[in-house]
């Protein structure tokens, strides 16, 4: 185990994954604007952005992803148009 993974360790933070991620000019300075607005850094705007898609997904981390085939989740949800529960 590395200090720096001892020291997280100790502090109760996990570790992260570092890496690097270009983007288009304009997408940054979106970013930046949006993690300004709902005080975040923009490196927690994109990680919370991240997260929300993946949950919208049934996929966020420590949940196993969902591995229904596409059609049989179609034709589970086939006919339920305009019904309310």
Do not use: C, H, Y
């Amino acid at each position: 185990m590395s200090a720096r993974a001892a020291a997280a360790d100790i502090a109760g933070v996990a570790e992260k994954k570092a890496f690097l991620l270009r983007l288009d000019p304009a997408l940054w300075t979106a970013l930046e604007r949006l993690a300004q607005s709902e005080l975040r850094s923009v490196n927690g705007q994109i990680e919370f952005l991240l997260r929300d898609a993946l949950s919208r997904r049934g996929m966020g981390p420590g949940r196993e992803p969902d591995t229904t085939p596409p059609a049989q989740k179609a034709s589970a949800n086939r006919g339920r148009r305009g019904k309310v529960d």
